[in-house]
Nanobody, 120 residues
Framework: QVQLVESGGDLVQAGGSLRLSCAAS???????MGWYRQAPGKQRELVAS???????KYADSVKGRFTITRDNARNTVALQMNSLKPEDTAVYYC???????????????WGQGTQVTVSS
């Protein structure tokens, strides 16, 4: 079993920045790592993902504002969030999969979630 430990959630004003970090508990190959979020009353959505080769995907709502990076040697992934908006408020979950992360995150390993709140 792989545990994902997240950090970095906080309360921030609109226009501000936050950096979320996530580390896998043991060294196994995880081709896909990424971040999902779930706001109250909404479905969980895939925000950003990155493969071991460095290919990235972003939700349209965060393109140009969020940047995902990873350190393969350390099995860590980070999400730099800039120009934050109140609609970015959600619980953010780190996820990882040995092959690929889909919209639902089926078969993925999950972190416990970290709260990001953006005030207007």
């Amino acid at each position: 079993q792989v545990q994902l430990v997240e950090s970095g959630g906080d309360l921030v004003q609109a226009g501000g920045s936050l950096r979320l970090s996530c580390a896998a508990s043991r060294s196994i190959f995880l081709n896909a790592m990424g971040w999902y979020r779930q706001a109250p009353g909404k479905q969980r959505e895939l925000v950003a993902s990155i493969t071991a080769g460095g290919s990235t995907k972003y939700a349209d709502s965060v393109k140009g504002r969020f940047t995902i990076t990873r350190d393969n040697a350390r099995n860590t992934v980070a999400l730099q969030m800039n120009s934050l908006k109140p609609e970015d408020t959600a619980v953010y979950y780190c996820a990882a999969h040995q092959w690929a992360l889909g919209p639902e995150g089926t078969g993925a390993y999950w972190g416990q979630g970290t709260q990001v709140t953006v005030s207007s």
